[in-house]
């Protein structure tokens, strides 16, 4: 699960003392100046990218003219230790008093560097994923006035297993057709993607995703014959928004896409700050019969 190697103390307020002890005080987030880097390797390279690449978040004069700052690192791989002593070394150095590191990740293994005990990021309860699902597929409508197409959509959110990109994707195509027929055709596809992929390799197909493997989307409408991968699902790198993909993730499970070959589509796009951006990697490609259709003797017929 994802870490914060923080502490909130009863007020609200996070208390970094413990975690990057070069100054002993508790701060309010945010410190400033907050910069943000996402980096596949932990690296002593990185504190210097911060400064000529990493995107202020919030500034504040008053303690920004303390040199203090609050840098925040999202890790996508594991971390070598000696890596991060190395960052720490160099952090220690030439960042300000007061300040502070953050190191957010889905692997075990930074628990290890922070001084502070790991903060883990469980998924939501049932109860509030449901909540957050229907307030999607439904999105200003009553669910309580269509008992019937509310049925399907739990069904549906409960296969999605607390899935958080999963559930966006699915609750934005539902909501974009609210049909009984739509919303039925949805969990039958559910279902029958759950149980192959169970069938096949043994775990969900959202758990596969998560420990790096490969899945094969459903779709509703399409070619018997073209075979789609979804490889990963990982967070759009902060450039412009010229280079975010035409193909969204509901495209390929509507049938409408016809992409071939390797390519990436929109996952997901957050409508609120930071306004992140996840993408699919995928590939497609035509899949042939390895056996032709033979015309049965003339004497086999009836």
Request: glycine content about 6%.
């Amino acid at each position: 699960m994802r870490k914060n190697i923080l502490n909130v103390d009863s007020r609200g307020s996070l208390q970094w003392s413990q975690f990057f002890p070069f100054h002993h005080r508790t701060l309010s987030l945010p410190p400033s100046p907050l910069v943000h880097s996402t980096t596949n390797h932990l690296d002593a390279g990185d504190l210097a990218a911060f400064r000529g690449s990493a995107v202020i978040k919030h500034q504040d004069v008053a303690t920004a003219s303390h040199g203090r700052s609050l840098a925040v690192i999202e890790l996508a791989g594991d971390a070598d230790e000696e890596a991060w002593r190395r960052l720490y070394r160099s952090a220690a150095s030439s960042m300000g008093h007061g300040s502070k590191i953050v190191i957010t990740s889905r692997s075990e293994k930074v628990a290890a560097l922070g001084t502070a005990k790991a903060l883990r990021l469980e998924a939501l309860p049932q109860e509030a994923y449901w909540y957050f699902f229907k307030a999607l597929a439904f999105g200003s409508a009553n669910p309580d006035d269509h008992p019937k197409v509310a049925s399907l959509a739990m069904e549906i959110a409960e296969l999605s297993e607390g899935a958080f990109v999963a559930g966006n994707v699915v609750a934005n195509l539902m909501r974009a057709n609210q049909s009984t027929e739509f919303w039925l055709r949805v969990l039958q596809c559910s279902r029958d993607y759950t149980r192959k992929h169970q069938a096949m390799f043994g775990s969900h197909p959202n758990k596969l995703l998560r420990q790096g493997q490969s899945v094969y989307p459903w779709r509703m409408a399409g070619t018997r014959d073209v075979v789609t991968t979804v490889c990963k699902i990982y967070q759009k790198p902060s450039s412009g928004e010229d280079d975010v993909p035409g193909v969204t993730v509901q495209d390929i499970l509507s049938g409408r896409s016809t992409r071939k070959g390797n390519f990436s589509a929109v996952a997901w796009v957050s409508t609120v700050p930071p306004y992140r951006t996840f993408l699919a990697s995928c590939a497609s490609q035509t899949v042939r019969c390895s056996t032709a259709t033979k015309k049965r003797p003339r004497h086999a017929r009836a």
